[in-house]
């Protein structure tokens, strides 16, 4: 097992190139293995000059990839290398065994080997982390777990996990259990890929045809002539636990380093009326507001969300 502090890049392994605005910055597949999978993702070299050579780890959200990060990693590779990863069971990473469920706290748990195993040997020891929906989730309860390894920490329309009152505690195990029962079902096989994209463009969190393109070819592969989602099913099941309210502000105030909210002006978070405490719990809190929907860092002008970015992480 290789512990170097750099990517391996798999046999397969290709360069890719991406153009945002006057930017074209090349990028390549990348793996990281862990103890019990192998994290697949997408590495941007820090461009020369670059202010610093802390690395940059970008988390992204529910049933998304590595590719949500197609327009904010090239232009942030100016502050350091940036690493984009695919969460387990999404993209080309591998999938938890059969078994086992997604829980939130296994994610923290990939983020924090990773982080031991490929970046422990950093200027100042310490990585950034930028994370959207799920991925902010989990970059703050890191930052909460382990302080010492953080050193700045951006949420985009992301500010602490899902949470149940505890009545509901019974009634989500239930619910839980029934469907790992129950399975998944069988796969839809999509004729070709804009087909599966068209399908991914309504739901919770709805994506233009152009940012649904951008995402949905890597959580795709080749099936009975057509097209079959990779990402597990599973992801779907709902999870057995789910964290009370008072935990997640504990963990919100855990945090010691600098946090940035990006916080989108037509996200899943603009129509909550009950973050004041979740913000007032973190205790070096920035709050930028963007214009935009959930995926305000990739669907439409994204320049607002990079600007902020790029102000937090540079003027420390």
Same mark, same amino acid.
């Given at each position: ?51 610093? %050579? ?102 985009? %329309? ?117 973050? %004041? ?40």
């Amino acid at each position: 097992m290789n512990d170097t502090a750099m990517p391996i890049e798999t046999a397969g392994s290709r360069a890719g190139r991406e153009e945002t605005g006057q930017t074209t910055q090349a990028f390549r597949e990348s793996e990281w293995k862990l103890r019990n999978l192998t994290l697949a993702g997408l590495s941007w070299p820090a461009t020369d000059g670059a202010r610093h %050579d802390i690395p940059i780890i970008m988390l992204h959200g529910w049933l998304d990839n590595s590719l949500t990060f197609v327009k904010l990693a090239p232009e942030l590779a100016h502050l350091g290398p940036v690493y984009a990863l695919d969460f387990a069971g999404h993209g080309h990473s591998g999938h938890r065994p059969e078994g086992q469920s997604y829980l939130l706290m296994d994610y923290v748990a990939d983020v924090a080997e990773l982080i031991e195993r490929y970046f422990q040997e950093t200027p100042d020891g310490r990585v950034r982390l930028v994370g959207h929906s799920l991925g902010g989730i989990v970059g703050a309860l890191y930052a909460a777990a382990f302080p010492e390894r953080v050193r700045d920490l951006v949420m985009i %329309d992301s500010l602490g996990a899902l949470s149940r009152p505890v009545s509901e505690t019974i009634p989500q195990l239930t619910k839980a259990i029934k469907k790992r029962i129950a399975g998944s079902g069988r796969q839809v096989v999509y004729p070709d890929i804009a087909t599966a994209a068209k399908a991914r463009e309504g739901g919770l969190s709805p994506l233009s045809p152009e940012a649904a393109l951008t995402l949905i070819p890597r959580n795709m592969k080749p099936q009975d002539g057509g097209y079959v989602w990779q990402t597990d099913p599973r992801l779907r099941h709902p999870s057995p636990l789910m964290m009370t309210e008072d935990q997640v502000l504990a963990s919100l105030a855990a945090i010691e380093t600098r946090v940035l909210f990006v916080r989108a002006d037509q996200g899943l978070l603009s129509y909550r009326k009950d973050l %004041d405490k979740r913000a007032d719990a973190i205790t070096n809190l920035q709050i930028a507001n963007v214009p935009g929907g959930h995926h305000c860092h990739l669907d439409g002008e994204t320049s607002p969300v990079l600007t902020a970015i790029r102000q937090f992480l540079e003027n420390e």
